[in-house]
């Protein structure tokens, strides 16, 4: 009775397909795996047929043991026996491929019966936006020294980066001196908002400062608006001078219409460098003005419609305060977050399929005879 050869390089050779048909699996499934969830606990069941299945396959004597390549001990010591070589290893490892598609096909079964699902987070955002209007006030007296370079120059770097905080709001400009138009219509095309503010300039209406007019200008632009919130911000340098409409009117009215209005008070404490005349070149003559702004109207207007008063007596202060609007004005969201699945499960029943039927064609063609 001859026994069967215990050799390591043949053991080692029929290891190879099972490795190579573990390892693929395994290099799919670490590629496939982020973002994927286990959703049955059946796989387990195909890991347990699996191990069995490796287990028959690598037992000497048993049911799965290949035939015909066995060498018996006697032949082993022989001073004439071949050397192994490059062409036993292809045989043995070509023997076991039948095999070694199985294990492909189980295991592949196995992951197919965790059902791996691949899941997204799908999230619907929707707003309750602000609509808002930057009401600036273009007086002559915005030209005064008393911030870097000028009162406008400095209001307007600040609204601009004020706008660029505000990315899901509607956003408008409205221009005052004597008089009041409305730069640019609320928007959510901030760019077109920042140019409307950069080419604000003194002298492109009748003088004088008509706070009202600008506060009613802003309020008709707001109060078509289906928007949850409304909100007019207005800055002034002075005392309301011209116009047909009080300040306190156009509070009135912003009020019914439910718009918030925060007021904002330019210039330092004190006097202040600023322009009292015009030279015969253009340019502007500068002396020394106390520096008046009517407070107790600003602070009524913005108590009669929900807002605050601020005062601005420096840059730095005026970057702050619309800091703090912005922090009093949030745009609030709604996420609608859900989950989606989506079965992952088909290529893996499929690769199975393909795998078995491969060793059923092999085991029935061309290694019929040796695996008979």
């Given at each position: ?256 219409n439910g718009i918030r209005?925060?007021?904002?008070g330019v210039g330092t404490i004190g006097k ?101």
């Amino acid at each position: 009775m001859k026994m069967r050869d215990v050799n390591w390089r043949p053991l080692a050779a029929r290891t190879i397909p099972h490795a190579m048909a573990l390892l693929g699996v395994a290099v799919a499934w670490g590629a496939e795996r982020e973002g994927v969830i286990c959703a049955a606990e059946w796989g387990w069941l195909g890991m347990a047929i699996l191990a069995l299945h490796l287990a028959l396959t690598f037992w000497p004597t048993g049911p799965y043991a290949t035939q015909g390549m066995w060498w018996s001990p006697s032949a082993l010591h022989k001073a004439d026996t071949p050397a192994w070589t490059l062409r036993d290893w292809g045989v043995w490892t070509w023997l076991e491929v039948p095999k070694g598609l199985r294990t492909l096909g189980l295991v592949a079964l196995s992951v197919a019966l965790f059902r791996p699902q691949t899941a997204s987070t799908v999230e619907n955002m929707t707003r309750e936006g602000i609509d808002m209007v930057l009401a600036m006030d273009l007086s002559g007296s915005m030209l005064s020294k008393d911030f870097k370079p000028n009162r406008l120059e400095s209001a307007k770097e600040v609204a601009m980066e004020f706008v660029d905080s505000r990315p899901f709001d509607r956003i408008g400009v409205v221009a005052y001196e004597g008089e009041a138009f409305t730069s640019v219509p609320i928007t959510t095309d901030h760019i077109v908002v920042k140019n409307g503010l950069d080419q604000l300039n003194t002298g492109q209406l009748q003088g004088g400062t008509a706070i009202g007019t600008g506060l009613a200008t802003a309020v008709n632009r707001l109060k078509g608006s289906e928007a949850e919130s409304k909100v007019v911000v207005l800055l002034t340098d002075g005392e309301n001078n011209a116009g047909q409409i009080e300040p306190r009117d156009a509070a009135q009215l912003a009020e019914l219409n439910g718009i918030r209005v925060y007021t904002i008070g330019v210039g330092t404490i004190g006097k202040a460098k600023s322009p009292v005349a015009i030279l015969p070149n253009g340019k502007y003559k500068y002396d020394w003005v106390d520096v008046r702004i009517d407070e107790a109207t600003l602070q009524e207007v913005a108590k009669a419609t929900g807002g605050r008063y601020f005062r601005a007596t420096n840059e730095d202060k005026l970057e702050e305060i619309y800091q703090e609007i912005d922090t009093l004005e949030r745009t609030q969201f709604n996420v609608l977050r859900y989950q989606r699945k989506t079965e992952a499960s088909g290529a893996w029943v499929l690769l199975a399929m393909v795998a078995l039927a491969l060793e059923f064609v092999l085991k029935s063609t061309i290694l019929k005879s040796a695996n008979g």
